[in-house]
């Protein structure tokens, strides 16, 4: 398949009400409105290619946006692609859960996730957190290094409520992460959570809403969900 076809498949797919909701969480256009679910037809047909996917992306359609991180190939995207790929992120469903996602699966996802943590930008910093979340929930422990993911929870609870709104979201989902998927700090990242309380985050034309890391985390120790990771990061 090309763009044209992959394009117009993802136009027929389109539904007002998702791009609705879509809209409402800041994307704009163009976009389509596609359900992420209904693109998994189209992602068994192409599988992986990085050509089309830079393709897609390229577009600035929010729909081909997010598929191209479907079917792109993570391990074939250089730090600078995914700095790339960022530039155009212009809200937090892409750099979170499309480039964010992507680098997870890349070998320099540390890397990368590491200077966009460091980097100042709102969403930058939304994605390094973010991929670090996926990391978690999907490799093993042994992978990381504890005192580094012990820094990183001193450094949410330190400096989380002064971040960026986005940010915010990101950090408090990595301490909840930390709590549930990454066992050697489990207890930490529970004493850390209760040091943080409630985290408030602001949101345009909507009330506040306010993140409970340590909640969600007791939530999935009675659930007896301690240690869980998820079979695949992408769709």
Request: net charge negative.
């Amino acid at each position: 398949m090309n763009l044209e076809m992959v394009m117009h498949e993802l136009e027929a797919l389109g539904k007002e009400r998702t791009k609705k909701m879509y809209i409402s969480n800041g994307a704009h256009e163009p976009l389509f409105g596609v359900a992420t679910g209904a693109m998994k037809p189209i992602a068994k047909k192409i599988k992986i290619n990085q050509p089309l996917a830079e393709e897609l992306y390229a577009t600035g359609n929010y729909d081909a946006m997010y598929f191209a991180g479907i079917i792109a190939d993570p391990n074939a995207m250089t730090e600078s692609d995914y700095d790339r790929w960022m530039d155009s992120a212009y809200f937090y469903m892409l750099s979170d859960y499309v480039v964010a996602v992507t680098l997870a699966e890349a070998d320099i996802a540390q890397d990368v996730a590491d200077k966009w943590i460091a980097s100042g930008e709102e969403l930058r910093m939304s994605a390094g957190w973010s991929c670090y979340c996926w990391l978690l929930g999907n490799r093993p422990d042994i992978e990381f290094s504890e005192s580094k993911i012990a820094n990183m929870l001193e450094i949410v609870k330190n400096t989380i409520h002064d971040s960026p709104e986005r940010t915010k979201s990101a950090m408090n989902n990595f301490l909840y992460t930390v709590g549930v998927s990454y066992l050697p700090l489990h207890e930490k990242a529970v004493e850390t959570a209760k040091a943080v309380g409630p985290v408030e985050v602001k949101r345009d034309k909507k009330k506040s809403s306010f993140l409970h890391a340590s909640e969600n985390i007791q939530k999935e120790v009675d659930k007896e969900r301690l240690g869980f990771k998820r079979k695949y990061v992408r769709c």
